[in-house]
């Protein structure tokens, strides 16, 4: 149980429709991230906010977009869904946006998106 | 983009220690080593990190090389419920929270 919570856990789209994901970030984290992991490989990274600010950004498109509010919780938006979208989107939060002493990411358990 | 390679599965008997390996050869001098793992379409947890030196803690051990182009993660007592994939990382040195996952390895621990 890490405190990070997303929503919903299960989605079901279709093909050039656009999707929102929700994150609730563990208490006292300013630092959200996002991954996309398609089914038998590895997380990739999506993009980074901290204090409300994209501050990384890994190899997406444009219509992958985000957003952090003041209480640090964060939104995953993807605009035109494709058949390739389909994957586990995870949302995690750590503390300190730029400090590589800060540890571990605590990771929620995941938005599954199916897109048809 | 990962920059680490790792077997894709490995199995070990239960009560019995898992060795891990991991490939880092590209690894710059201020880049840490991760490692986490994932049960089945659960979200990732943090097992362990390091530096240089090696590192403990209540769950695993961590033996990084002194060239630091590769480390082991050790499970001393592999239990079934260790059975996961493990993903070692390199966390970036200017992106400190952009992980790089690669494909991981399937530790299958059997009775």
């Known amino acids: 149980e890490t405190g990070v919570t997303q929503s919903p856990t299960h989605l079901i789209k279709t093909r050039g429709q656009q999707v929102t994901l929700r994150c609730s970030s563990q208490?006292?984290?300013?630092?959200v991230s996002w991954y996309q992991q398609a089914l038998g490989q590895g997380p990739q990274f999506i993009f980074q906010?901290?204090?409300?600010?994209?501050?990384g950004r890994g190899n997406f498109p444009p219509r992958f977009s985000g957003l952090q509010f003041p209480n640090y919780s964060s939104e995953l938006n993807v605009n035109a869904l494709e058949l390739d979208d389909s994957a586990l989107y995870l949302c995690?939060?750590?503390?300190?946006?730029?400090?590589?002493?800060?540890?571990?990411?605590?990771f929620g358990e995941g938005s599954r998106l199916t897109v048809l | 983009d990962a920059k680490t390679t790792q077997p894709p599965s490995m199995d070990c008997a239960e009560g019995r220690a898992a060795n891990l390996p991991c490939n880092h050869s590209t690894i710059s001098g201020n880049e840490y080593v991760y490692w986490y793992r994932q049960i089945h379409s659960q979200g990732p947890q943090y097992i362990i990190h390091?530096?240089?030196n090696n590192e403990t803690n209540e769950m695993a051990s961590l033996i990084i090389t002194e060239d630091r182009k590769s480390s082991t993660l050790i499970l001393p007592h592999a239990t079934l419920r260790d059975t996961a994939v493990y993903y070692c990382?390199?966390?970036?040195?200017?992106?400190?929270?952009?992980?790089?996952f690669g494909s991981g390895t399937k530790l299958n621990v059997k009775p």
């Open positions: 990382i390199v966390r970036e040195k200017y992106n400190f929270n952009k992980f790089y």
């Open positions: 208490s006292g984290h300013n630092t």
């Open positions: 390091g530096l240089k």
């Open positions: 906010y901290y204090r409300e600010e994209e501050n």
């Open positions: 995690a939060s750590s503390l300190g946006g730029g400090n590589p002493n800060t540890g571990e990411l605590f």
